[in-house]
């Protein structure tokens, strides 16, 4: 019998494949090293691979489409329901092959090498700024102990590193200075490189036409419209606006039951990297109605102000903003201000 669907659990070291034929009889239950994965699927008859969109899944995927074979990704957490009894790895390798047959299941798109790049760029950017952070809470911590201190914000840590170079070395003893001006050396390493990365992702924002259709949007910098452009390749999975904005867990939780409609906070399912730039992009919308600019959506935001918390507010503008940004890319169209009555 030919085999026609395989489902395979990745690993670092040792892979298993499970696969069956049209009629659901098992074929393939094997084990496989790293180095012999590539080599078995050459001598295979293309057929259909499922994988869940793990750590290294876009790599294999693209590895085994370049042999002939269709390779779908699937949600680790919708694969979950179909392992029958405990979890190995020969029951999640089967629990894969069943699952990618279902004419219900979710896929995600497998990313290109350059997409993968500008990831990697934006993640790499996100570690320095958090580097950078706890590099300056540490600067104004022990600045703190021998009463040096400036106002809040990042910019203020130059002025807080001034104030150590001309410290009387009564008020701060040599041995701190040296390691104080230490650190921040090291911060200027981290600013510098920071700047560096997003000049990057700025030069790839100028030649990908859909993340500067993206940065049109009020809320939508650069940042944002490069991580949305490179993660999101096929808009058309999602078949709405709010389906995107439930992907991203900007859409309320759900514990209905018995006709019962009970929503709570926002689900914070999907990709938290992106949710997070929508909710800070939101953060400046917000803050520049209430100083007064005229947006097209000032007096929504101001109705909801109104009634709501701020933060609530911010949300709710976040979701809004994901789908007015799954419009965009679905429909290859520009941002359009609304018309006002």
């Given at each position: 019998m030919?085999t026609i669907?395989?489902?395979?659990?990745?690993?670092?070291?040792?892979?298993?494949?499970h696969?069956?034929?049209?009629?659901?009889?098992?074929?393939?239950?094997?084990k496989?090293?790293?180095s012999?994965?590539?080599?078995?699927?050459?001598?295979?008859?293309?057929?259909?691979?499922?994988?869940?969109?793990?750590a290294t899944?876009?790599?294999?995927?693209r590895?085994?489409a370049?042999?002939?074979?269709?390779?779908?990704l699937?949600?680790?957490?919708?694969?979950?329901?179909?392992?029958?009894?405990?979890?190995?790895?020969?029951?999640?390798?089967?629990?894969?092959?069943?699952?990618?047959?279902?004419?219900?299941m979710?896929?995600?798109?497998?990313?290109?090498a350059?997409r993968?790049?500008?990831?990697?760029?934006?993640?790499?950017r996100?570690?320095?700024?958090?580097?950078?952070?706890?590099?300056i809470?540490?600067?104004?911590?022990?600045?703190?102990?021998?009463?040096?201190?400036?106002?809040?914000?990042?910019?203020?840590?130059?002025?807080?590193?001034?104030q150590?170079?001309?410290?009387?070395?009564?008020?701060?003893?040599?041995?701190?200075?040296?390691?104080?001006?230490?650190?921040?050396?090291?911060?200027?390493?981290?600013?510098?490189?920071?700047?560096?990365?997003?000049?990057?992702?700025?030069?790839?924002?100028r030649?990908?036409?859909?993340?500067?259709?993206?940065?049109?949007?009020p809320?939508?910098?650069?940042?944002t419209?490069?991580?949305?452009?490179?993660?999101?390749?096929?808009?058309?999975l999602?078949?709405?606006?709010?389906?995107?904005?439930?992907?991203?867990?900007?859409?309320?939780?759900?514990?209905?039951s018995?006709?019962?409609?009970?929503l709570?906070?926002?689900?914070?399912?999907g990709?938290?990297?992106?949710?997070?730039?929508?909710?800070?992009g939101?953060t400046?919308?917000?803050?520049?109605?209430?100083t007064?600019?005229?947006?097209a959506?000032?007096?929504?935001?101001?109705?909801?102000?109104?009634?709501?918390?701020?933060?609530?507010?911010?949300?709710?503008?976040?979701?809004?903003t994901?789908?007015?940004?799954?419009?965009?890319?679905?429909?290859?169209?520009?941002?359009?201000?609304?018309?006002?009555?």
């Amino acid at each position: 019998m030919k085999t026609i669907t395989i489902g395979l659990d990745l690993a670092k070291t040792v892979f298993q494949a499970h696969g069956v034929d049209d009629a659901g009889t098992v074929t393939i239950r094997k084990k496989l090293r790293r180095s012999e994965l590539l080599t078995f699927f050459t001598d295979l008859p293309a057929c259909l691979i499922g994988i869940e969109a793990c750590a290294t899944a876009h790599y294999w995927a693209r590895e085994l489409a370049a042999l002939g074979h269709e390779v779908r990704l699937m949600p680790p957490t919708y694969v979950k329901a179909y392992v029958r009894r405990q979890k190995n790895d020969a029951a999640d390798a089967e629990a894969i092959c069943e699952a990618v047959t279902r004419p219900t299941m979710r896929f995600v798109p497998v990313k290109s090498a350059e997409r993968q790049s500008i990831l990697v760029l934006h993640r790499s950017r996100e570690l320095l700024v958090r580097q950078r952070t706890m590099l300056i809470n540490t600067i104004r911590g022990h600045c703190a102990e021998f009463g040096l201190i400036v106002a809040q914000g990042a910019r203020r840590a130059i002025e807080l590193v001034d104030q150590v170079r001309q410290a009387d070395d009564r008020i701060l003893p040599d041995l701190a200075r040296s390691t104080l001006l230490m650190m921040a050396d090291h911060l200027q390493v981290l600013a510098a490189q920071i700047h560096q990365l997003e000049r990057r992702l700025l030069a790839w924002h100028r030649q990908d036409q859909v993340s500067q259709r993206l940065a049109t949007i009020p809320g939508v910098g650069i940042i944002t419209a490069t991580a949305l452009s490179a993660s999101i390749s096929n808009p058309a999975l999602f078949r709405s606006g709010r389906e995107f904005a439930a992907f991203l867990g900007l859409v309320p939780r759900q514990n209905s039951s018995g006709g019962k409609d009970r929503l709570g906070r926002i689900s914070k399912m999907g990709d938290g990297y992106l949710r997070r730039l929508l909710v800070v992009g939101a953060t400046s919308v917000i803050r520049r109605v209430r100083t007064g600019a005229s947006l097209a959506s000032a007096s929504w935001v101001q109705s909801l102000l109104e009634r709501r918390p701020a933060r609530l507010v911010t949300v709710a503008m976040a979701n809004k903003t994901a789908r007015i940004a799954w419009a965009v890319m679905a429909r290859g169209e520009t941002y359009r201000m609304p018309v006002m009555a």
